[in-house]
Each structure stands twice: as structure tokens, then as C-alpha cells.
């Protein structure tokens, strides 16, 4: 199982940008499709962005599309998401998964195991 630990939350005001980190435990990074997903206080955890396993393919939310850039660093076994233009509907805690991905693309989680999340404040 590959572990995973998010970092790069924070307290911001809307407008402001940030950088989410994804880091794994295990080479196995490489071989899997990843994702960013959010938690919202008294929602449900939903999908943001995923990218495929070499990278060329990426995923997002209709609701991030032109503000949030998800990519990897395989060479790293890191994965990040760059919020720019950031709103207070995006607060939420943050987790990375793998991801799943059909033949519409990689929107859902692979594992039912998350990890603590990093949490993202937007005020107004």
C-alpha cells in the first residue's frame, strides 16, 4: 500500500495562490494514476484534479478548470496542485489518492485509506 502525506495547506484570503504537496512512501508512485480530492466542512469528500501515470493526461473539476494545475514529479515521488485564484468554496481539507481511471478518465479514488489531509482557508 502506498502511504501518502499532503502538506502546503494554509490560511489565505481569496485571490491568493497556493501549493499543495503530495509525497509517497514507494516507487510505485510512478506506475499509478494519481489525484487531489477535498472535503468541505459538512460535505462530502469530492474529486478535484487527477493526473495519469505519465503525466500527459490531467482532469479537473468543472469548478477549478483555469485556476488549479495539478502535475507530478515521478523522479521525487511527489505530486502537487498549484491554486491560483483561490475562492472561499474551496475550503476544505485536501487528500491525494490514487486514482481510478476508465475510459472516461481518472475521477475517483483508488484506495478507501486517506491520509490526515492539509487543510485550505479561504477568506473573504
Known amino acids: 500500500q502506498v502511504q501518502l502525506v499532503e502538506s502546503g495547506g494554509g490560511l489565505v484570503q481569496a485571490g491568493d495562490s497556493l501549493r499543495l504537496s503530495c509525497a509517497a512512501s514507494?516507487?510505485?508512485?510512478?506506475?499509478?494514476?494519481m489525484g487531489w480530492f477535498r472535503q468541505a466542512p459538512g460535505k462530502e469528500r469530492e474529486f478535484v484534479a487527477a493526473i495519469n501515470w505519465s503525466g500527459r493526461n490531467t482532469y479537473y473539476v468543472d469548478s477549478v478548470k483555469g485556476r488549479f494545475t495539478i502535475s507530478r514529479d515521478s523522479a521525487k515521488n511527489t505530486m502537487y496542485l498549484q491554486m491560483n485564484s483561490l475562492k472561499p468554496q474551496d475550503t476544505a481539507v485536501y487528500y491525494c489518492?490514487?486514482?481510478?481511471?476508465?475510459?472516461?478518465?481518472?475521477?475517483?479514488?483508488?484506495?478507501?485509506?486517506w491520509g490526515q489531509g492539509t487543510r485550505v482557508t479561504v477568506s473573504s
Open positions: 489518492n490514487a486514482a481510478y481511471c476508465s475510459t472516461l478518465g481518472c475521477f475517483a479514488p483508488l484506495s478507501d485509506s
Open positions: 514507494r516507487r510505485t508512485f510512478s506506475d499509478r494514476a
